[in-house]
């Protein structure tokens, strides 16, 4: 089965930068050994136990647990913890060196990866996610729509009930109900939180006079409005149980918990919900996408959902443990490939070729203690 | 009394360099505690100064580092909650003690013993799933509505807010304040009870002159202490209190306190001046918790703790006539004579429908008391069942969306945990409680006093501790680490409970055994750890069990959920959908059900001893 699946992947990935890899993609018959693009024979049978530790991102954790435990069914011997306590705890845990691998929404700017302990660390995106503005209004099934200035309001505190004028004005929802509004936020810093600050600067000339600050920032700007909660789960939960509430949360957990989400007015005027397809537009937009050029928030396009992002996995180049290291550069390898298939039942969309084969150089990229390459 | 007698007076022996070492260990656990926090945190107060304590601000994106708004947040809520928890506590132990019929109070009090472990997090859990949606729902509007209450219930009732974070913490200290005032209203000598009583009161003025007066400074201890356990509490109040740090206006606002900061905090702040801002946080919070604690155990001391004879003048019967109030642990007894309202005026059948108006109080503090455990409990036993099995409790966790999976990883790995710390702790705790048995003096006094003293320190700061000490210098979390955590948390609660299970040995016993020439190990192991050994199992069991409970220490000390049932819970308790918050329902009975079994074991295993000895 992992044969079937190699094969599956190398089919995607030939014409990418690989070919030349993938060319040994010969597997005997009979011993349980997988060659893949990292062109290292991983013998499923004598490959060491590793157990990887990680953490990071809370909003990739639905799709991680799944991939790494289809990972770990495989592989027996490579086990993998993952702390989904956010990003900003995975970006520090990985310049502290306490985890083999983190993971962010956002990948960590120069200042930070000068901080990280280890040496140069490479940043791979892993996974392509949108985030939901989830509501929870009773007998409201749908069909609210939303811009920049009326979310802004909504998050500011200007707008303070769901009936009130603008926000029917923009909707074209008429019989909202006479229910005070529940902005909720991240208490902790994160992606989506960076996301959304980054598309209400963008699109609501107001907010960034409202928070002061003209550059999106993972820790949400506007804490004194509303109320604060942990991780997605927090949000979610919050949104889930209070009538009246509204937050963003990854859309992996808004559909996890059945959420109704609000369609968002982009760049070309489109309103958009958040869905597969809408947020796989949003992926086709990044065009030579890097950790310094990351961004796909607000594009145009007539179906592209204005809140997506990259996930990107963070690793240190060198690998002080060779073992270790490889265990880690096959878990991720297969997470960003076969793994992917993994990513639309759980409400994230597959990567696109183009950022696959990102990952897949930036992978062999990894290097051992004395600077050699860890695959070749 | 011994002091002549056990003073060493042969070479120093393998025994007391084991007690030595022992108490060593433990002084120096005690110093790197504050050491580390001092450290770490160094930092922070280099750049902010004292201004730390009043800036509001807290802003990580600017590098504006300010806990006065977490101080305002961690003492109103501590405050609301004592509002609520002093009055139905003290209620409760009245009752308990002088007023409920013998065979109610004995299972009520045990209960409450028992349910004093609870841990937080189930205690969290259930304010989150249950409470939250009641209050935002129901509990708040009507509060908001009410005349006369408008002012302090204002604003929109989001259910998680300063209210309901004081709800839970009152929870939470009700069985401390119940369990010690208790203690401190029995400890009244008997004789003052009969003596007003004799005079003609009535039950509830025996209480009122007689009892509560004598039990002052107890209760007042008890108090302190339960101040200090709510000051310091983390994990409950970060679920519930809407984590919102601002000057609060209304009850129904959402705040933050230091501990609710630490736990959403410590995890993402930036290595560097931002971490170190959240060490000062927790710095804050440790000195503010040693103050009210030591305070507390001052007080207590003072008063005389539970089964200690009282220090102090001796009491004297008669006081000047006007002396209605007693002022501090003065004589009591005889302040109805002097009462010239009492004994002339009111009617008998009046001062009957007092006593009658104050038992029935009592008694509906200890439904009000009661309710919420029992709600608590009934929750986690309804929607926590339907998930066990064998294979729930045998397997591992699945991912979302794949039948079948369990929480043996969560299981196994708290029983790790728990089993390291508990090998950590046991012969510390115990060669320093024998070590304290052994000598009076300054070194014990002030070992005594430290272990009483990190008893109370928040187990957030040694989660804190543990992860500077054990998991950035080794580079990764690690079952060693959070082993480590819950040692240091269990080791001062060990010393306490293992010198009180000595000093029940009859001293005699010890002295005979050296008069026959024995040696002082001999002595303590064959002699007096043997007699004592129930005791010491029981309060062995008691710290176990209360180490189960605990999350914070693991939550910057362990490296997935899964591999600790309280950080399971911590983790699916608030995810959206059913299936996840089943899991964790599941999780905090099967962690309720090994804490209550520790705990209940411990208990029989002394009562079972106690028979034996009558």
């Known amino acids: 089965m992992r044969r079937t699946a190699s094969g599956v992947l190398m089919a995607v990935l030939a014409g990418a930068t690989l070919a030349g890899c993938s060319s040994q993609a010969k597997a005997p018959t009979a011993a349980p050994q997988v060659t893949d693009r990292l062109g290292v024979a991983y013998d499923t049978a004598t490959a060491s136990v590793a157990t990887l530790n990680g953490a990071g991102a809370n909003s990739i954790d639905p799709f991680f647990e799944k991939v790494f435990y289809d990972y770990h069914s495989a592989n027996s011997k490579t086990t993998v913890n993952y702390s989904p306590a956010g990003s900003s705890v995975g970006a520090k845990d990985i310049e502290q060196g306490t985890v083999d691998f983190a993971d962010s929404e956002i990948p960590l700017a120069s200042t930070d990866l000068a901080a990280a302990t280890g040496g140069a660390i490479l940043q791979i995106p892993v996974d392509l996610g949108g985030v939901a503005i989830s509501y929870n209004l009773p007998g409201v099934s749908g069909g609210l729509k939303l811009d920049g200035p009326i979310l802004a309001a909504i998050f500011d505190g200007a707008i303070t009930k769901w009936n009130d004028p603008r926000i029917a004005a923009v909707s074209g929802a008429t019989s909202l109900p006479d229910i005070p509004v529940v902005p909720v936020h991240r208490a902790d810093s994160s992606g989506p939180g960076w996301d959304l600050d980054s598309y209400l600067l963008k699109t609501a000339p107001a907010w960034g006079a409202k928070t002061g600050a003209s550059n999106p920032s993972k820790t949400w700007p506007l804490t004194n409005v509303g109320l604060g909660e942990q991780l997605n789960t927090g949000v979610a939960n919050y949104v889930h149980q209070t009538a009246g509430a509204i937050g963003y949360v990854e859309y992996g957990y808004a559909l996890q918990a059945g959420f109704t989400n609000s369609a968002l007015k982009n760049q070309s005027g489109a309103f958009v919900s958040p869905s597969l397809a809408s947020i796989a537009a949003a992926g086709t937009q990044a065009s030579g996408l890097s950790a310094t050029n990351f961004s796909i928030i607000d594009e145009p396009g007539a179906g592209t959902y204005p809140l997506a992002n990259f996930s990107w996995t963070l690793v240190y180049q060198k690998q002080a443990d060779r073992a270790k290291g490889l265990a880690l550069g096959k878990l991720i390898d297969y997470v960003t490939t076969t793994g992917q298939r993994q990513a639309g039942p759980l409400g994230y969309a597959p990567l696109p070729a183009a950022v696959a084969s990102l990952a897949a150089s930036t992978l062999q990229q990894l290097q051992t203690a004395t600077g050699a390459p860890l695959f070749q | ?614």
């Not at chain 2, 004589?331 to 006593?355: K, M």
């Open chain 2, 1 to 614: 009394m011994t002091g002549w007698l056990v003073r060493p007076r042969r070479p120093v022996r393998a025994y007391s360099v084991l007690c030595w070492t022992a108490v060593g260990l433990f002084a120096a656990v005690l110093a790197a505690v504050a050491v580390t926090i001092g450290a770490e945190s160094a930092r922070a107060w280099a750049h902010a100064g004292l201004g730390f304590l009043w800036s509001g601000t807290w802003n990580p994106a600017r590098d504006h580092y300010g806990g006065g708004l977490l101080v305002v947040g961690t003492v109103v809520t501590t405050g609301c909650a004592m509002l609520l928890a002093v009055p139905i506590g003290l209620g409760i132990a009245v009752y308990l003690a002088e007023l409920s019929p013998r065979w109610l109070s004995a299972p009520v009090s045990a209960a409450i013993d028992l349910l004093a472990a609870v841990p937080s997090i189930v205690v969290g859990l259930w304010a989150l799933l249950v409470v939250s949606p009641f209050f935002a729902r129901d509990v708040e509007p009507t509060l908001a509505r009410t005349p006369g209450l408008r002012s302090v219930f204002a604003g929109p009732a989001y259910g998680p807010g300063i209210l309901l974070a004081a709800v839970v913490l009152t929870i939470m200290v009700l069985p401390t304040v119940v369990a010690l005032s208790r203690n401190a209203l029995q400890a009244v000598s008997g004789a003052e009870r009969e003596a007003a009583r004799a005079l003609g009161a009535t039950p509830w003025q025996v209480v009122r002159t007689a009892v509560l007066p004598a039990a002052r400074p107890g209760i007042a201890g008890a108090v302190t202490l339960a101040v200090g356990r709510a000051l310091g509490e983390s994990i409950a109040v970060a679920m519930v209190i809407g984590n919102r740090p601002g000057l609060p206006r209304s009850l129904l606002q959402p705040g933050a306190t230091l501990g609710s900061a630490i736990v959403n905090q410590f995890g993402e702040a930036s290595p560097g001046l931002g971490e170190s801002s959240v060490v000062a946080l927790a710095a804050v919070l440790l000195a503010l918790t040693v103050a009210v604690n030591a305070a507390g155990i001052g007080l207590l001391g003072r008063g005389g703790p539970p089964g200690r004879p009282a220090p102090g003048p001796p009491r004297r019967l008669a006081e000047s006539p006007g002396a209605v109030g007693p002022a501090g642990a003065g004589p009591t007894g005889l302040v109805l004579l002097a009462d010239p309202i009492d004994a002339a005026t009111r009617s008998l059948p009046r001062r009957r429908w007092a006593s009658r108006v104050m038992y029935n109080l009592c008694a509906a503090c200890v439904i009000a008391g009661a309710a919420p455990l029992v709600a608590l409990l009934y929750y986690t036993i309804a929607r926590g069942h339907g998930a066990l099995s064998l294979g729930f409790l045998t397997q591992a966790p699945r991912p979302a969306g794949i039948p079948g999976g369990g929480i043996a990883t969560a299981i196994s790995g708290s029983a790790k945990i728990v089993g390291l710390g508990l090998v950590m702790a046991v012969p510390v705790g115990l060669l320093s409680a024998l070590f304290l048995y052994d000598r009076r003096g300054k070194a014990a006094g002030t070992i005594r006093f430290g272990a009483d003293v990190l008893t109370g320190v928040p187990s957030i700061v040694l989660g804190i501790f543990a992860y500077g000490v054990l998991v950035r210098p080794f580079h990764h979390s690690s079952t060693v680490a959070a082993g480590f955590a819950l040692a240091v948390l269990m080791v001062p609660i060990m010393i306490g409970g293992n010198e009180e299970a000595l000093r029940a040995v009859p001293e005699d016993l010890f002295e005979a055994g050296l008069a026959l020439g024995a040696r002082r190990a001999r002595v303590a192991g064959r002699i007096v750890v043997r007699e004592a050994l129930a005791r010491l199992v029981t309060a062995n069991l008691l710290a176990a069990s209360r180490g189960v409970g605990e999350t914070a220490p693991l939550l910057f000390t362990v490296a997935a959920p899964s591999a600790a049932l309280t950080l399971l819970i911590f983790d699916r308790g608030p995810q959206a959908f059913a299936s996840a918050q089943q899991t964790a329902w599941a999780c905090a009975l099967v962690l309720l059900a090994a804490v209550l079994a520790l705990g209940a074991t411990a208990r029989a295993v002394a009562w079972r001893l106690t028979r034996h000895q009558r």
